[in-house]
C-alpha cells in the first residue's frame, strides 16, 4: 500500500513538473512609450493588489548629452532582480538564498542568512527544484553599464548606452523578489515576495537634432547677420541710382563683389533652428540677385512746377483766348492758338509718368484745365 501511494506521488510530482515547463504563467504585457531628454516616463506595476505597500513604480529617463538610458524601479521594501537566469536549486537550498553561488559578483553579508520565506515559495508554480529564476532584465538596441549589484536595494538602478543612437530600443521585465530585514533575527533577511512581472516596453527616444550644434547654430547666426547687413546697404545704394562719383557700372559691380561672397546654405538639415537660420539666409541670396537700378521713368518725382507758375499759365490761357476774340487777323489768330496748345503741351509733358503732385498743385491744375476747356470751346 505504502508503494503504490510512493508512485502516485512520483507521476504526480513529474505531471507537475511537465505542465510547469510547458505551460507559459503569465502573457507578457507590451507598452509602447515616447521619452525626451530629461523627461520622464513612469509606470506602475501593483504586486499584490491587496497590499499597496508591494507596489513599484518603474521610472525610464533619458540623458540625451551623454545617450543613456536610465531604468529605474522604486518601492517601499527592498528589491532584488538576478543578472542572469538561475535555476531554483542552483541558488536556493534548504530554504535559503546562496548568493554566493551566483556566476557574478554581488554585495552581501556573509554573516547574514537570506531566509527563504513560504511566502516566497507559494508565488513559485510548479515544482520549485525545476523553476527557473529568469534574469529581472532583457533589452534590444543596448548596451547595459556595468555595476556592481547588492542584496538589498532601496531602489533598482540599470544605466544603458544606446547603441548606433537609436530612436527605437526595448526593454523587458522579468522576475522580481522582494526582501525585507527579519524582526526576530538579527542577521537574517527574509525573502518574503517572488513576482514575475512580464512587463515589455518598446521605447521611442525623441532626440533634440539641435543638440551639440552650439558653434554650427552660432555660425548661421552670424553669416545671417552678416548677409542682411550687406543687402541693406547695397539697397540703399541701388535705391538712390547714380549718385555723384558712382556709375551703374559700379553699383554692379559691387553687386557681384556681394553675390559672390554669400553662397547658399543647405536647406535640408535635421535641427530645426538651423533649417530656419539657413532659410532666412538664402532669402537674403535670393534678394541679393535680384536687386537692379530702379526704372527712371517708374521713380516718382515730385511735379517740376509750383502752383503759382501753374495758375499764371491759366491766366495766360485766358488772356489768350481774349486776344483771339477780339482780333480779325488769322495769322494773328493761328499764332495765339499755337501759343496756347504749347502751353497746354508743357503741363501735360510735366504730369506725364509718376509724379508727386501736392493738393495745392491739385487745385493749381484743376483750375488750369478749366481755362483749358475754354480755350478748346472758344477757339475752335
Not at 547595459?144 to 544605466?159: C, F, S, T, W
Not at 543612437?165 to 515576495?193: A, C, N, Y
Request: aromatic share 8%; charged share 25%.
Amino acid at each position: 500500500m505504502k508503494h503504490r501511494l510512493c508512485i502516485k506521488r512520483c507521476i504526480a510530482w513529474i505531471v507537475c513538473c511537465m505542465i510547469a515547463a510547458t505551460t507559459p504563467l503569465f502573457a507578457i504585457s507590451n507598452r509602447t512609450i515616447h521619452i525626451a531628454n530629461d523627461q520622464a516616463f513612469t509606470d506602475h506595476i501593483a504586486l499584490k493588489s491587496d497590499l499597496r505597500d508591494m507596489d513599484i513604480m518603474v521610472k525610464f529617463m533619458f540623458d540625451e548629452p551623454n545617450n543613456t538610458l536610465i531604468v529605474s524601479l522604486l518601492s517601499y521594501r527592498n528589491l532584488l532582480m538576478l543578472d542572469t537566469d538561475m535555476r531554483y536549486n542552483q541558488v536556493i537550498s534548504w530554504n535559503k538564498f546562496r548568493p554566493q553561488r551566483l556566476p557574478y559578483v554581488i554585495q552581501s553579508d556573509v554573516k547574514t542568512t537570506y531566509k527563504v520565506t513560504s511566502n516566497f515559495k507559494k508565488e513559485i508554480p510548479g515544482c520549485h527544484s525545476k523553476h527557473v529564476i529568469r534574469k529581472g532584465i532583457t533589452y534590444k538596441g543596448l548596451q547595459l553599464q556595468a555595476a556592481e549589484g547588492k542584496m538589498m536595494n532601496d531602489y533598482l538602478e540599470y544605466r544603458f548606452d544606446i547603441l548606433n543612437k537609436d530612436t527605437l530600443v526595448s526593454i523587458s521585465l522579468g522576475d522580481i523578489m522582494v526582501l525585507e530585514p527579519s524582526v526576530k533575527h538579527k542577521d537574517r533577511v527574509d525573502m518574503v515576495f517572488y513576482s514575475t512581472l512580464n512587463r515589455s516596453y518598446d521605447i521611442y527616444i525623441d532626440r533634440n537634432a539641435c543638440l551639440g550644434r552650439d558653434e554650427d547654430i552660432a555660425a548661421a547666426q552670424a553669416a545671417l547677420q552678416s548677409i542682411e547687413q550687406s543687402y541693406q546697404s547695397l539697397k540703399s545704394s541701388f535705391d538712390a541710382g547714380c549718385v555723384a562719383g558712382v556709375t551703374d557700372t559700379m553699383l554692379y559691380a559691387m553687386k557681384k563683389v556681394v553675390v559672390d561672397q554669400f553662397a547658399r546654405r543647405g536647406t535640408t538639415d535635421a535641427c530645426p533652428t538651423l533649417l530656419q537660420l539657413n532659410t532666412q539666409y538664402n532669402q537674403y541670396v535670393d534678394s541679393l540677385a535680384q536687386l537692379h537700378l530702379p526704372d527712371p521713368s517708374l521713380v516718382a518725382m515730385p511735379l517740376n512746377m509750383s502752383k503759382e507758375y501753374i495758375l499764371q499759365l491759366s491766366r495766360t490761357i485766358d488772356e489768350n483766348v481774349s486776344n483771339w476774340l477780339l482780333t480779325t487777323d488769322a495769322i494773328k489768330k493761328r499764332d495765339i492758338v499755337t501759343t496756347t496748345q504749347n502751353i497746354v503741351a508743357e503741363v501735360n509733358d510735366a504730369l506725364r509718368g509718376n509724379v508727386i503732385i501736392s493738393a495745392e498743385q491739385r487745385d493749381a491744375i484743376a483750375i488750369f484745365r478749366k481755362a483749358e476747356r475754354y480755350f478748346k470751346n472758344i477757339c475752335k
